[in-house]
């Protein structure tokens, strides 16, 4: 189902799981820690990718339970919940620019620091 790097890179993530549902590669990783300035200190990451994957890039990722930020601003592009493995999960919607996912170098280990990138941007607290 996933390249061997990728297999190798998840056996950092105590608990993953990794199965096929609906034609999609669903990758849940528990107790993703979150940073400073959110809610949570960590939460499920479910990366749901698409068939082709390594080749094709991989688009939004949800989490469970919903995270919000500590002082209660809203963070953009989160508001949808969506059901996938029998579980509500809260929709990050962002996606790659023509030409950034590179086919080949690029990996689940590249994805989850994006993912990691924006979840820092988002608990980021923005000065009055």
Same mark, same amino acid.
């Given at each position: 189902?996933?390249?061997?790097? !990728?297999?190798?890179?998840?056996?950092?993530?105590?608990?993953?799981?990794?199965?096929?549902?609906?034609?999609?590669?669903?990758?849940?990783? %528990?107790?993703? *820690?979150? %940073?400073?300035?959110?809610?949570?200190?960590?939460?499920?990451?479910?990366?749901?990718?698409?068939?082709?994957?390594?080749?094709? *890039? %991989? !688009?939004?990722?949800?989490?469970?339970?919903?995270?919000?930020?500590?002082?209660?601003?809203?963070?953009?592009?989160?508001?949808?919940?969506?059901?996938?493995?029998?579980?509500?999960?809260?929709?990050?919607?962002?996606?790659?620019?023509?030409?950034?996912?590179?086919?080949?170098? !690029?990996?689940?280990?590249?994805?989850?620091?994006?993912?990691?990138?924006?979840?820092?941007?988002?608990?980021?607290?923005?000065?009055?």
């Amino acid at each position: 189902m996933l390249p061997t790097a !990728d297999n190798e890179y998840l056996l950092r993530f105590q608990g993953h799981s990794v199965s096929m549902t609906g034609g999609m590669i669903c990758v849940v990783i %528990p107790n993703f *820690p979150l %940073p400073e300035g959110l809610n949570l200190t960590a939460a499920t990451l479910l990366l749901r990718l698409a068939p082709g994957y390594p080749d094709i *890039p %991989p !688009d939004m990722w949800w989490f469970s339970p919903t995270i919000s930020r500590s002082d209660g601003q809203p963070i953009p592009a989160t508001q949808v919940v969506e059901v996938h493995l029998a579980r509500q999960w809260q929709r990050w919607s962002r996606h790659f620019a023509q030409g950034q996912w590179k086919p080949g170098l !690029d990996s689940l280990e590249s994805y989850i620091a994006l993912v990691k990138r924006e979840l820092s941007k988002a608990a980021a607290v923005k000065a009055p």
